[in-house]
């Protein structure tokens, strides 16, 4: 059978065996056949600067050579074993080195599986049910984390509101919602009903949304007056942000956290905290009504357990988080610019790191100033981009370290294209 050749020809392959013609990952209309450095290719032959990298994790670019010659290596020893093996136990050891919130480690094979643990972690250790989140921050796909993560309708806080069909009412009720940047409404709300909260649960950068000035470490400080533990979800800000994450840029250590992407290259995520919690998850450690069970068949993989490490040895040499802020720096400058040259209304929220335009005056405090923003503008402004050969998420930036002069400059002409274009 001849290997179809083009893009449109796959994608009508995937509508008649994907549900809406896709993975649910990302935009149904682009088949990526490869990617080198800080570029993909469609199934077309078409060049892309990338800036979503597999949603974060490729921050040392796609095909990296050192971190290929380790999995090449790994691969003629085993895929995988369901058993510890000293690659994954290296990797949670460098995690200890790296992580302020981190004496324990137990591996998952995603983000969102991570999140789960860690609810569950929590409720296992306090012996309560309820889970404060803060509306728009997302936390995988559990049921819990599918509460106000986008609602199509507002509700007074601390009211959720699914965001997915099939979730019990009854998983409503034990998730809670409270606005990001408040400390004054999470102190009066932990004030009534802390004693029935096991944990808050939060993006130390919520999407892109910045954390104010103080703000995290008042709720580190609300969390210990009321006796709730503080989980801080770093799937996308660990070892981005800085090479220690949100923890090492504001010095603020949460009980437990959630880290993946680029933990473990791909296809690893990992759940770490406190010796004193994570002792949960043996068996021997506690009390059987509180064990908490977890196993999975990829979980602490040595061929993303290698990809990680050699990831992170990257990630620590000389320069390599400079280089990454100083670019993104660059990149948020070059859109501000070209936008307010043409007299259009926006915020550049984020950070350096990971950011996006928000098309209305800033700032950006909360999930509802970003639903400021005018989706019809925002729309254009990624079609433009991607027609100009940039590939980004709907409302997120992601710098890499493989990101040339030459793709900065490409990328500004981009960016004034779509900027006239509004």
């Given at each position: ?5 083009t ?17 649910g ?14 570029h ?47 690659a994954?136990i ?26 789960m ?79 029935q ?22 709720v ?54 406190r ?80 950011f ?12 509802r ?52 274009a509004?």
């Open positions: 059978m001849n290997r179809i050749q893009q449109a020809e796959w994608l009508q392959r995937a509508a008649e065996v994907l549900p809406g013609g896709g993975f990952n990302f935009s149904n209309d682009i088949v990526v056949a490869r990617g080198q450095g800080a993909v290719w469609d199934e077309d032959g078409r060049e892309y600067i990338d800036y979503l990298i597999g949603s974060g994790p490729m921050l040392v670019g796609h095909g990296h050579p050192e971190v290929l010659e380790a999995v090449f290596e790994q691969i003629g020893k085993g895929l995988t074993y369901f058993t510890n093996n000293a994954g290296e990797l949670a050891e460098e995690i200890v080195r790296a992580v302020p919130c981190a004496q324990q480690v137990r591996f998952v094979t995603s983000g969102g599986e991570a999140d643990y860690a609810i569950r972690l929590a409720r296992a250790f306090m012996g309560r049910d309820k889970i404060i989140k803060f509306e728009g921050g997302y936390h995988g796909m559990s049921a819990e984390a599918q509460m106000s993560l986008a609602p199509k309708r507002r509700e007074n806080f601390p009211r959720a509101v699914p965001d997915s069909a099939g979730i019990p009412q009854a998983v409503a009720d034990d998730v809670l919602v409270a606005p990001f940047n408040d400390l004054e409404y999470l102190d009066g709300f932990l004030q009534e009903c802390g004693t909260v096991a944990a808050v649960i939060m993006e130390p950068l919520q999407r892109v949304v910045m954390p104010e000035a103080g703000y995290l470490q008042g580190r400080d609300l969390c210990d007056r009321h006796g709730v533990l503080l989980i801080f979800d770093e799937i996308v800000t660990g070892f981005r942000l800085d090479y220690g994450g949100a923890q090492e840029r504001w010095g603020v250590t949460p009980d437990s956290c959630t880290l993946g992407k680029i933990v473990g290259g791909e296809g690893e995520a990992a759940v770490a905290g010796a004193d919690i994570m002792a949960h998850f043996d068996q021997k450690a506690v009390d059987p009504d509180r064990w908490l069970m977890q196993l999975g068949t990829l979980s602490g993989n040595p061929v993303a357990s290698v990809a990680g490490l050699k990831t992170m040895e990257i990630l620590r040499r000389e320069g390599q988080y400079e280089k990454l802020k100083a670019t993104g720096q660059r990149l948020m400058d070059m859109q501000s610019k070209a936008l307010t040259a043409q007299g259009i209304p926006h915020t550049i929220s984020g950070d350096p790191t990971l996006d335009v928000v098309f209305a005056d800033g700032p950006m405090r909360d999930y100033d970003t639903q400021r923003g005018d989706l019809g503008r925002l729309a254009v402004y990624n079609r433009v981009l991607r027609e100009e050969g940039l590939l980004k998420a709907p409302t997120k930036m992601y710098p890499c370290l493989a990101l040339t002069e030459e793709d900065l400059e490409r990328t500004g002409a981009a960016v004034r294209q779509a900027a006239s509004l």
